[in-house]
T-cell receptor, first 118, second 113 residues
Framework: GAVVSQHPSRVICKSGTSVKIECRSLDFQATTMFWYRQFPKQSLMLMATSNEGSKATYEQGVEKDKFLINHASLTLSTLTVTSAHPEDSSFYIC??????????????FGDGTRLSIL | SQQGEEDPQALSIQEGENATMNCSYKTSINNLQWYRQNSGRGLVHLILIRSNEREKHSGRLRVTLDTSKKSSSLLITASRAADTASYFCATAISRHNDYKLSFGAGTTVTVRA
């Protein structure tokens, strides 16, 4: 159980394009979803936390107008990279957590999206 | 900023040997989690150890937690080629009635056949 599906797995597009990435929890309701960014051979950096039905909480230094997050249901969150530029090229990973049962719940991760902006 | 630091950065072992990696952190935690990441893929949750636990096992994995030293270790016994991956520790830190995970830099493990 606890499967998180992330789509698409890879995107290559021109500078100025907006890109939407979907994150779905397939077999559980995800009260909270997270979006991370990972540079090659580095750790994961949290970009934002989203709760179903409310605005996302962005980490310091992350532009909320650049990275639009929508958590419309308990099984779906989307990240839209608006007007993407080459410096936005990265590996984006979502994760989801079912908060029922207390705070000691693991996060379950999608397989990531490799975004390449030309 | 990252809270956890992992040691070593890279580890190369022969199949059948044990692999040990360590994680140190700086602030109080709710729990500590270990994850595995295969190249170009997402993270797979391995073990969660709560702050009031000292040791936990799952199959060939053994995790210890020493809150007095603010450190944790992950031991993989009888390693296999399929264990080749990057391993990350993540500390769960309370924030605004919730908690967020702070990841270490990871240990890259290569198991040679």
């Amino acid at each position: 159980g606890a499967v998180v599906s992330q789509h698409p797995s890879r995107v290559i597009c021109k500078s100025g394009t907006s890109v939407k990435i979907e994150c779905r929890s397939l077999d559980f309701q995800a009260t909270t979803m997270f979006w991370y960014r990972q540079f090659p051979k580095q750790s994961l950096m949290l970009m934002a936390t989203s709760n179903e039905g409310s605005k996302a909480t962005y980490e310091q230094g992350v532009e909320k107008d650049k990275f639009l997050i929508n958590h419309a249901s308990l099984t779906l969150s989307t990240l839209t990279v608006t007007s993407a530029h080459p410096e936005d090229s990265s590996f984006y990973i979502c994760s989801a957590r079912q908060d029922r049962g207390g705070s000691n719940q693991p996060q379950h991760f999608g397989d990531g999206t490799r975004l390449s902006i030309l | 900023s990252q809270q956890g630091e992992e040691d070593p950065q890279a580890l190369s072992i022969q199949e059948g040997e044990n692999a040990t990696m360590n994680c140190s952190y700086k602030t109080s935690i709710n729990n500590l989690q270990w994850y595995r990441q295969n190249s170009g893929r997402g993270l797979v949750h391995l073990i969660l150890i709560r702050s009031n636990e000292r040791e936990k096992h799952s199959g060939r994995l053994r995790v210890t937690l020493d809150t007095s030293k603010k450190s944790s270790s992950l031991l993989i016994t009888a390693s296999r080629a399929a264990d080749t991956a990057s391993y990350f520790c993540a500390t769960a830190i309370s924030r605004h009635n919730d908690y967020k995970l702070s990841f270490g830099a990871g240990t890259t493990v290569t198991v040679r056949a």
